[in-house]
């Protein structure tokens, strides 16, 4: 924790040149980014599982807080992909890092000229929304909902914390975990590699959930499903859900398929870059084995939770009981 406080107060004392601000902003827009795949992937997955309370979930992400976590996660994403895209270019080809001022400035122009239409068109679905009368959850249901998503956070790290101390002590390690070297080299051009087939996959997300249609429209009554020719009829978040997944072209649910690519793809690039931050500040070894066993943990357990959801799939059941809960409140 001194390393990381010390490295936070430096940062802001050293007038660095672009590359230092480059590497801090990649870093807390990938950090802000996974945080919300991570409550994506849960909440997503009560759309199969617990229908109830993934209409609640919507609803919370209706409401002006989310919403603005929502335009800031829009420019976590735009910047960090085009960054990162630079970042593997020039890994590709290292004698361009004598032009690495000139690419950021490239990144800069890119994130920005995305984002302008970008949010213009997000903000257009906020005040059309905000125009009705709709029912959204207040301060309270939310802090609620976050509190136990933290104690769960808090409750992984205790656990890993207490089996780190106890396998220090059986083994007598003085050392955190550190990977054979060829392995972490193929991580390091995993991470480049995933970077990049990550781009189409996500800025295609970004555009049909976030732009094209986003939190605002998954609720609309009659309303089309994006990238489907199904209506959704109840006007769920639910009923969108399973709409969406359960459209087929030649006999493959593509979008499950997507989803899929994206969820596998995002997590294991997301967990591999924590554990390249938590390496650099957890020098401990009981916090350092600790955060890296909860770290692995928590990427298997969100890659099997996402992926049995995309199999059970949304029934008609579920239907009708998110249609019970949102038009009930």
């Known amino acids: 924790m001194t390393t990381l406080v010390y490295t936070v107060t430096e940062t802001l004392r050293y007038r660095g040149k672009v590359g230092q601000w480059a590497w801090v ?39 002006p807080l989310f919403t603005i976590g929502e335009f800031a996660l829009v420019g976590c994403v735009v910047y960090h992909a085009f960054n990162g895209l630079r970042i593997a270019v020039l890994d590709y080809k290292p004698a361009w890092w004598a032009y690495q001022a000139r690419a950021m400035l490239y990144v800069v122009i890119g994130t920005v000229a995305v984002l302008i239409p970008t949010y213009a068109l997000m903000l257009r679905h906020v005040v059309n929304f905000y125009r009705e009368d709709r029912d959204i959850a207040g301060l309270d249901e939310i802090a609620g909902t976050m509190s136990e998503f933290a104690l769960g956070f808090v409750v ?33 051009g995993f991470m480049r590699l995933s970077g990049v087939l990550i781009l189409p996959l996500v800025f295609g997300h970004l555009a049909m959930m976030h732009v094209i249609q986003g939190v605002f429209d998954i609720t609309g009554d009659g309303i089309g499903v994006i990238g489907t020719p199904h209506v959704n009829e109840t006007g769920t978040a639910v ?52 955060l890296n066993w909860a770290i692995l943990f928590g990427m298997v357990a969100l890659i099997v939770l996402g992926a049995a959801a995309l199999l059970a799939g949304v029934d008609e059941t579920a239907y009708e009981i998110a249609t019970d809960i949102t038009f009930g409140h």
Do not use: M
């Open 25 to 63: 902003l990649h870093r807390v827009a990938g950090l802000g980014t996974l945080l919300f795949l991570v409550l994506h992937v849960i909440d997503t997955s009560w759309a199969a599982f617990y229908p109830e309370l993934y209409a609640q979930a919507i609803r919370e992400y209706q409401s």
């Open 156 to 188: 992984i790290i205790a656990v890993a914390l207490v089996l780190s101390g106890l396998y220090g002590l059986v083994t007598r390690g003085d050392r955190g975990v550190r990977l054979p070297g060829r392995l972490e080299a193929s991580l390091w």
């Open 239 to 290: 009923e969108f859900v399973g709409r969406r997944w359960d459209y087929l072209v030649a006999g493959v649910a593509i979008w499950r398929v997507y989803d899929g690519f994206l969820l596998a793809l995002a997590l294991v690039h997301g967990f591999n870059g924590l554990r390249y931050v938590v390496n650099d500040y957890a020098a401990r070894p009981l916090v350092n084995r600790a």
